[in-house]
């Protein structure tokens, strides 16, 4: 699709769900109204009918059954009214990224390492980075999976260029998946955590009081309601499973409000399941999470029993509805034993159900980005030699950035790339360095084709100095570069890219150091592309096949400067830093 298309697609689907959102409103208005009258039906039979209690209990009992039920519509609203909001709001991102926009999506800054091979130099975690332009994770573990993977490439061997092909085309239930997924409470993580470390151990004593309490008060109350009993007696023995629950009242509560705070992680866990189980996927990666998460006595069985409980659970957060259902049916005991039995059978399973889950919003990010461009292609890694044909920056728009192709032979260690400034040359460097990350990470790349050995990135294009611990411009780029060597003598297989190496020196110390410095890598059996202003550096090619030498040009016309952007063989002739001077009345 072309950008007109894909605005028009995201705006005809936000009037869809406004639509929808404006009739979801009204449903629960109504089913408000209603639930509070129903609720006041229980006092008002009580107090009218109080000089026949057993008429008043039998009114009260089945409106009492019906507030519940209506409590659970309400519920019920409030989530599809949350889903259908979400659904909105990740249309109107979308427009927003189409149009470089990315501040809906959070950029990764947490996940930025000075010291990593590349992080910093290819602008990963930029607000206007990569990480912002393809994250459409909807969860914490997801957006630490996705930088996983841009940080280290695919953590598992599972190939999903099919699995992307097919999300690709799933656009309706990517942002189901997503808007079910999302959690909204900045605390719910710590609290998820909490409830699933609990050590807490099945209690022989609850597990027998949970059947005898409610025996002994309804027993009570069908006899009240017989008058085979008098009130003070019925009293009395109704008494006694409140008392029981209250003395195991402080760890009870700890225990129910512990699950029931993270209660918004196991509805976006559940809904995500939902998700998974309803789509209909043909790519073996999808099919095989499918079955491993939603089959059998699987992670939707257990996240359902989880939620049921603590729906079952809040009921008591009324105080006049817990003190009933206490009375009546020990429903804190109850709630308790049954929780504590969920985390034996499952806590040591849920950080796999988390992993799963979180590399699936991976694979969404890929099938989104995919879905939003066509000048993709998935790369082939390991190849001998480097044949990259109409590269661009997954940044720059398809019809704003300049395409450029790239070869490499075989036996050519280093690309030397000289040119003027602003000609191109580190967009260049950047568009090979992100375009590598994609493809290790198994996302298609922006070119027509990509053939490259199978290497690890490293580079060396922003280094600054440390006041803190005084180090100079100079030795904080030795430090790079000496970093750079021993990955290479540790025996990683690297492609380096370089920008203006030496800068901290005078010039006849960069050339001679710069010289010296790539003589050394070739030495080691490193490739790579060096950017450069030292055009000394170009007679390296005429000695030896292992270098080559690319530039890009400007041109000055009429006194007007213009740039093409394309990539050449040769050595750049042009230089335009005097004429810029000039231009802009400093000399």
Not at 56 to 76: K, M, Q, R
Not at 528 to 534: E, K
Not at 558 to 565: C, G, P, R, T
Request: net charge neutral.
């Amino acid at each position: 699709m072309t950008l007109v298309e894909l605005n028009e697609l995201y705006q005809s689907r936000i009037l869809t769900y406004e639509n929808q959102r404006n009739r979801l409103i009204q449903q629960k208005r109504s089913i408000g109204w209603l639930r509070l009258m129903t609720f006041l039906t229980i006092p008002l039979s009580m107090y009218l009918l109080h000089p026949n209690w057993q008429i008043a209990v039998l009114i009260a009992l089945p409106a009492f059954a019906g507030f519940l039920y209506l409590v659970s519509l309400f519920t019920d609203l409030k989530q599809r009214l949350k889903f259908v909001e979400k659904m909105i709001q990740l249309n109107k991102s979308e427009i927003k990224s189409l149009n470089k926009d990315y501040s809906d999506f959070e950029c990764g800054s947490e996940f930025a390492d000075t010291s990593h091979p590349y992080a910093i130099d290819m602008d990963l975690f930029h607000p206007n980075g990569l990480f912002a332009f393809l994250n459409r994770t909807a969860t914490q573990n997801g957006k630490k999976m996705l930088s996983t993977y841009l940080l280290h490439g695919k953590k598992q061997q599972t190939p999903i260029q099919d699995i992307t092909e097919e999300l690709k085309e799933k656009l309706d239930w990517r942002q189901q998946y997503l808007a079910g997924a999302t959690i909204e409470n900045n605390n719910v993580e710590e609290d998820a955590k909490r409830w699933i470390n609990l050590t807490e151990k099945s209690n022989k004593s609850l597990l027998i009081l949970r059947w005898i309490l409610p025996t002994i008060a309804l027993s009570a109350l069908t006899c009240w309601l017989l008058n085979q009993i008098s009130d003070f007696q019925f009293i009395l023995l109704i008494l006694i499973p409140l008392t029981v629950v209250g003395f195991y009242f402080k760890r009870t509560n700890y225990i129910l409000i512990t699950a029931s705070k993270a209660n918004e992680k196991w509805h976006s866990m559940r809904n995500r399941l939902d998700a998974i189980q309803s789509a209909n996927f043909t790519s073996p990666g999808l099919i095989q999470l499918k079955e491993k998460l939603t089959g059998g006595n699987s992670t939707s069985v257990a996240l359902k029993q989880l939620i049921k409980l603590n729906n079952l659970s809040d009921y008591r957060l009324n105080m006049l509805m817990g003190i009933v259902l206490n009375m009546f049916f020990a429903w804190d005991i109850w709630m308790r034993t049954l929780l504590v039995q969920w985390l034996e059978e499952y806590a040591s399973k849920f950080e796999q159900w988390e992993d799963d889950l979180a590399e699936l919003e991976v694979w969404i990010c890929a099938g989104n980005y995919a879905f939003n461009r066509n000048d993709l292609v998935y790369a082939e890694l390991g190849s001998d030699e480097i044949v990259i044909e109409q590269l661009g920056h997954p940044l720059l728009s398809e019809d704003e950035g300049v395409k450029n192709n790239f070869v490499v032979r075989k036996e050519c260690a280093f690309s030397i790339i000289t040119g003027p400034n602003m000609a191109g040359k580190s967009t260049f460097l950047r568009s090979v360095g992100v375009n590598l990350i994609l493809a290790h990470c198994g996302f298609p790349v922006v070119a027509s084709v990509f053939k490259m050995p199978d290497l690890k990135l490293y580079s060396s294009m922003r280094t600054s100095d440390d006041l803190a611990s005084s180090s100079s411009y100079f030795f904080a780029e030795l430090s790079r570069l000496r970093f750079i060597v021993d990955a290479i003598e540790r025996g990683e297989k690297v492609f380096i890219i370089l920008d203006e190496i030496l800068k901290g020196t005078n010039s006849i110390d960069k050339e001679k150091g710069s010289a010296a410095f790539l003589m050394k890598l070739q030495q080691l059996n490193a490739k790579g592309i060096i950017a450069t202003h030292d055009l000394s550096l170009c007679q390296l090619a005429e000695n030896s096949d292992v270098f080559q030498n690319l530039y890009f040009d400007s041109i000055i016309d009429n006194n007007n400067l213009s740039f093409d952007y394309q990539i050449r063989d040769g050595v750049c002739q042009n230089m335009n830093a005097s004429f810029l001077l000039q231009k802009m009345g400093l000399t």
